[in-house]
């Protein structure tokens, strides 16, 4: 769990800073309203991947030994679907 966590704080700090440039961004006098729509479209899916990220770790931290799957494809194919 330590290194999950880990990476989940370090894709926080990244979304967070591409809030931020959002907000730098939209805080200027003529703002580039393109670069601020791709940059906050970035965040959106980042976010989406944390998301996913969090269940995951969250899930095989807490419900599920990864030690005793039996069938990989299967336990992939549930985990894309909770995530889902």
Do not use: W, Y
Not at 56 to 68: M, N
Request: aromatic share 6%.
């Amino acid at each position: 769990m330590e290194i999950d966590r880990k990476q989940i704080v370090n894709h926080i700090s990244r979304l967070e800073g591409q809030l931020s440039s959002v907000k730098a961004e939209l805080m200027l006098e003529k703002p580039d309203c393109e670069k601020a729509s791709k940059t906050l479209q970035s965040a959106s899916r980042s976010f989406a991947g944390l998301r996913e990220q969090f269940v995951e770790t969250f899930l095989t931290t807490h419900f599920i030994d990864k030690s005793k799957i039996k069938d990989r494809t299967m336990f992939e194919s549930l985990i894309a679907l909770i995530k889902s």
